[in-house]
Each structure stands twice: as structure tokens, then as C-alpha cells.
């Protein structure tokens, strides 16, 4: 009991995290998407912001429904400039 209400607690601040990173974002998850999928054609599937040395970053992972492959973006939060593009692995299974 003790340990799921540690997991709970941890769960629950990185969405609070989550939360607040969103909230300093210039660049917000929907226009993220839209200049992830003129990178990448496909259907967004995951969305993730973190911070690293102060700068705000969108990562949203685009499914080509024809290929499978899933193409990350990275995407500056505050500028909306891409960072960079690249392919993961291919998640054939999904």
C-alpha cells in the first residue's frame, strides 16, 4: 500500500510538472502539432515537453499510417522552430 501511494504521489507531481512546463510555453500542444506534421505526414500519437538547460522543448512523435514509422519532432516551446526530425524505431505491433 505504502509503495502505490509513492507511485501515486510521483505520478502525480510529473503531471503537475507537465502542467506548469505547458503553461511556460509560448508555442501551446496544438500549434506543436501543426508544425510537427509539416515535418512529418502522419497522425501525432505522443506529446511530451521537458526542460533542459532552460530551454523548452516539444517532442511529439507523428505514425505514418502507410509505413508505420514514427518520426519524433523537436520543437523549441518558446520559438517553434524545429530542432530537429528524426525516425524512431518501428513500432509495428501498435
Known sequence: MKINCIICLVAALGLTACANLQEQAKIKKNEATSIALKQSCG????????????????FIDVRNPDTKQVTQVAIDANSGNVINSKVKACKCCD
Open 43 to 58: 497522425v501525432p500519437k505522443k506529446w511530451e515537453i521537458q526542460k533542459k538547460d532552460d530551454q523548452l522543448t516539444w
